[in-house]
């Protein structure tokens, strides 16, 4: 089992960066594919994905270009690196563990969850 603790959330002004911090708790998390979330609402939206070695990685539309994901295993976290944020960036942010080593793009692939960090970007 893994335990999922993200961090780094905050306000800030558009056109500002932040780093978001996803620490794992657990055995094994090397084995696991890794993703970002947001969440407005009820709406849960992929943001990014990795792979188990960090080799693979995927971004969304809306974020690819500002937007860069990573791992560091020896450290079990993961990271979510955010430049240039627009107000429409705002929303609760998680991390999830996928089995298997992969991820996806569907919240439904992931099996274990952060409790997620707040971000918003003012106009």
């Known amino acids: 089992q893994v335990q999922l603790v993200e961090s780094g959330g905050g306000l800030l002004q558009a056109g500002g960066s932040l780093r978001l911090s996803c620490a794992a708790s657990?055995?094994?998390?090397?084995?696991?594919?890794m993703g970002w979330f947001r969440q407005v609402g009820k709406a849960r939206e992929f943001v990014a994905g990795t792979?188990?070695?960090?080799?693979?990685?995927y971004l969304a539309d809306s974020v690819k270009g500002r937007f860069t994901i990573s791992r560091d295993n020896a450290k079990n976290t993961v990271y979510l690196q955010m430049n240039s944020l627009k107000p429409e960036d705002t929303a609760v942010y998680y991390c999830?563990?996928?089995?298997?080593?992969?991820?996806?793009?569907?919240?439904?692939?992931?099996?274990?969850w952060g409790q997620g960090t707040q971000v918003t970007v003012s106009s």
């Open positions: 999830a563990a996928a089995r298997g080593g992969w991820f996806g793009t569907s919240s439904a692939q992931y099996d274990y």
């Open positions: 657990g055995r094994a998390f090397s084995s696991y594919g």
């Open positions: 792979s188990w070695s960090g080799d693979n990685t």
